[in-house]
């Protein structure tokens, strides 16, 4: 009996929260709905809310978005925009630091989550997985004797939380792991092994 319980559980509680996930999702990319004029939304013109149009214009607006500034005119539209954010002095400063995280993060060229490395915390001798996030800058390795690298030591089971450590290169392993199945590892707490296979 008990066995049929857990079983049924380890079928409906993955299911049921990635329904719930999807559906916080989609409720909250549905508020950019709000922006819009009342006479103008969906409920309005349909006599009905269908859930999912707020998503669907988010991505519009992406696509848009990146068609646009992909070419002379758009670069030049979003430079006069950027040199007037210049000019404010809390917002130049929140703009330009969630700026530079994410040009890092999701620039392909960028060095940022591209790597899962084995490391030693908290201590020697007890080993976890980290993310490189790329080298030690500014004034910081004028103190740093010797090949340093960035590395982000996320929490489990929450990875959004975590800890950032410039660490001797040497000290560091790099595994042959895809970030995916290291931020599975992660986020299972250790329950589902990586792969033997290489991960590529």
């Known amino acids: 009996m008990k066995r049929y319980f857990i079983t049924g559980l380890l079928v409906w509680v993955p299911l049921g929260i990635t329904v719930w996930a999807l559906k916080f999702l989609i409720g909250t990319m549905d508020q950019s709905l709000l922006l819009i004029p009342v006479h103008l939304r969906p409920e309005t013109l349909l006599g009905a809310n269908i859930p ?16 646009l500034t992909n070419n002379i005119l758009g670069q030049k539209l979003l430079s006069f925009w950027e040199s007037i954010l210049w000019r404010i002095p809390v917002v130049k400063s929140i703009y330009y630091g969630v700026k530079q995280v994410s040009d890092t993060l999701f620039s392909s060229k960028g060095e940022a989550f591209r ?10 001798g007890s080993w976890t ?3 490189m996030t790329g080298q030690p800058g500014g004034d910081v390795i004028n103190h740093l004797k010797g090949e340093y690298v960035s590395v982000y030591i996320p929490t489990t089971p929450n990875p959004t939380s975590g800890f950032f450590l410039m660490m ?21 707490m250790g329950v589902v092994p990586p792969n033997d296979d290489k991960e590529k």
């Open 52 to 67: 999912g149009i707020g998503t669907l214009l988010i991505i519009l607006v992406l696509f848009v978005t990146g068609l």
């Open 168 to 188: 001797p290169k040497s000290d560091v392993i790099e595994l042959n792991m895809s970030v995916d199945t290291a931020l599975k590892y992660i986020i299972s």
């Open 115 to 124: 790597k899962a490395l084995l490391v030693q915390y908290p201590r020697e």
């Open 129 to 131: 997985i980290a993310f």
